[in-house]
């Protein structure tokens, strides 16, 4: 227990004492005190790990209950914590990468009057994804869940003032909400089942059991829960609307941490998707198809953040690829490279963004390379390493996860998977030639550029180096993860591997003849970034395929149309109130002049009355 209290417990610390105390703390202390938080976390974690990596490889768990909690209503729930090399991966990334995020944002959000609030909800972000990972059960894993939806609301919506940020961080909670929707029914399902809901009870059950519809459906709905949080088709439109807030918590969630919950969750229930294989292939085939859906929309965008979002769809998409195949090393693999470069990126565009006053339209930037070298040659390793170029991390990883689809008998999603490949590396060289190559394109800002402060660009340079040697990485995660996914009958390719040397080569050919077109369009034709997006294709992939109009018509139109018939049932009901109002109400205006308040006219009612009724039974008599 000691260790991962405080893990978890350090960044809601510096959440509470920040938001209760910003009034009377200086300025730059939230931002120091913050980052240091999350810095002593990282710093157990490592810690934990290290604990982990000591134990036998058949048993690196760290497991326990913190104190019981739901009692009375069958099997008692308590709230346990689950540490094992898995969980340990998502810890070091969330810490480690949070924390430069954080060291980062005391520079970006110097000028910003409210950066207190931003920093208690940046701690409580890391907080309740560290609690989600953490978590010993599926009760657990969904609290964090729904935690992490809020800060992200909060987060996205920071800039409140702003009507474009408040819609984003709507949309982001209500799809997510939908996603949350679908894991409590998944977890209900199970824990009337089999009356647990912890995941070594799970795993045993899965283990023993075979393929059965139970499996698929429960498989199903768990997944619509990571579709929604890792932004899978047709749940994923949020995220690229959450680009309203801060660029840092772009990085944040987009690269390190909560769009890959979702991942999170299909790999730590990997033993499900083995008796779940139907559900299994659609998680691929929908990975698959986000990988090419997404990147085409990132070609055709002018927005230097909306590329990067995109992007992220598209990285996630192999991410599920690799564990809906079965590579499941692979996909947690290429997590952690792409929280290394897409973490550089959205922290360089950020300085971009910084250095030009907030510009993001790339048709105004140009020839930054001089005025920012260090970014520029950063965000050169960035863009080659989610480019898949050799010896660049996300080479590594990227290929792991189309070697192994195509040995595992599925050409067809590896194909996809390549040609995607080929897709990246031309929309990031368009971002990077636009951005920091060719004559500036707004001389007015051009001249105001600068490089960012070392509090910013010290962060961006470390990611800079992970990104050229994380990919040397593999080996050790490897080994590191492969007693998790054989711990269960064994995951029979959970291990890191590669496939023939001439798919290699088929997705390096695709990735340089990407290069030289990019090169060609955007430094030797110095082609506008509007070209072609207003016809054709291009417009539709300009606008997301109209994903977020299918959603309108589907759904948003319906439910505005019954809510509108509600309230017009209730105003009549309401007028038939007030109608029955309006008649007592004319009743008593009659009788009002009888009160009067004098007391003689009082008594002279009176005596008149009793007079009428004496007169009344006098003639009866």
Do not use: C
């Amino acid at each position: 227990m000691q260790g991962v209290a405080e893990i978890v417990l350090l960044p809601l610390l510096g959440a509470i004492t920040i938001g209760v105390f910003k009034g009377i703390m200086p300025k730059k202390l939230p931002g120091i005190w913050a980052s240091l938080l999350v810095g002593i976390s990282f710093l157990v974690s490592i810690g934990m790990d290290v604990k982990l990596s000591s134990l036998p490889a058949g048993h690196r768990v760290i497991s326990g209950v913190f104190f019981p909690w739901i009692t009375g209503f069958g099997p008692a729930i308590g709230w346990r914590y689950y540490l094992d090399p898995l969980s340990g991966i998502w810890l070091l990334v969330i810490t480690g990468v949070g924390m430069l995020i954080h060291i980062y944002s005391i520079g970006y959000m110097h000028d910003d009057p409210h950066k207190a609030r931003y920093f208690s909800y940046l701690n409580f972000f890391v907080f309740s994804m560290l609690l989600l990972v953490l978590a010993g059960n599926l009760l657990i894993l969904l609290i964090g869940w729904a935690l992490v939806g809020l800060a992200s609301y909060l987060l996205i919506g920071f800039w409140y003032n702003r009507p474009s940020a408040v819609r984003a961080a709507k949309k982001a909670f209500v799809m997510n909400t939908v996603g949350d929707a679908g894991i409590l029914v998944g977890l209900s399902l199970l824990y009337f089942h089999f009356h647990t809901v912890s995941y070594p009870g799970l795993f045993r059950i899965f283990d023993a059991s075979h393929s059965s519809a139970f499996f698929e459906w429960t498989a199903f709905l768990l997944y619509i829960g990571a579709m929604a949080k890792s932004a899978q088709f047709p749940l994923h439109m949020w995220l690229v609307d959450a680009m309203e807030g801060p660029t840092p918590v772009s990085a944040l969630i987009h690269a390190a941490t909560m769009v890959t919950a979702g991942v999170y969750l299909m790999a730590r229930l990997y033993p499900l998707l083995r008796v779940a294989p139907v559900m299994a292939y659609i998680v691929a085939a929908i990975g698959a198809l986000m990988t090419i859906l997404a990147a085409s929309s990132a070609i055709f965008q002018r927005d230097i953040k909306k590329v990067l979002a995109y992007s992220t769809v598209s990285q996630l998409g192999y991410m599920f690829l690799g564990i809906g195949v079965g590579a499941f090393a692979a996909g947690v693999f290429h997590f952690m490279m792409h929280a290394f470069f897409k973490a550089l990126l959205f922290l360089g565009a950020g300085s971009v963004i910084h250095a030009l006053g907030g510009e993001q339209d790339m048709n105004r930037m140009g020839g930054l390379w001089r005025k920012m070298p260090w970014t520029t040659w950063a965000f050169l390793a960035g863009t080659l390493a989610i480019s898949g170029i050799y010896p660049f991390s996300g080479y590594f990883s990227k290929e792991a996860i189309l070697g192994e689809t195509f040995n595992l008998g599925h050409p067809f999603l590896w194909l996809v998977g390549a040609v995607a490949a080929g897709m990246t590396t031309f929309y990031m060289f368009r971002l990077f030639f636009l951005t920091f190559f060719g004559k500036p394109r707004d001389e007015k800002l051009y001249e105001h550029a600068h490089e960012a402060p070392a509090v910013m660009t010290v962060p961006v340079m470390i990611l800079g180096v992970l990104a050229v040697i994380g990919g040397f990485l593999g080996p050790w995660l490897n080994q590191w993860l492969l007693p998790t996914f054989r711990a269960y009958k064994g995951a029979p390719h959970a291990s890191i591997q590669y496939g023939p040397l001439w798919t290699t080569a088929f997705t390096l050919g695709l990735a340089v003849i990407a290069f030289v077109i990019a090169f060609v369009l955007y430094i030797r034709k110095n082609t506008p970034t509007n070209a072609a997006t207003d016809k054709g294709v291009g417009r539709w992939a300009f606008n997301a395929w109209y994903v977020d109009a299918m959603w309108t018509y589907l759904a948003v139109v319906p439910f505005k149309a019954i809510g509108n018939g509600v309230r017009q049932t209730e105003i009549g009901i309401l007028t038939g109130v007030k109608g029955i109002g309006t008649v007592v109400w004319d009743w008593a205006q009659d009788l009002r002049p009888l009160e009067t308040g004098y007391i003689r006219r009082y008594a002279l009612s009176i005596m008149v009355g009793l007079g009428a009724l004496l007169a009344y039974y006098l003639i009866r008599v």
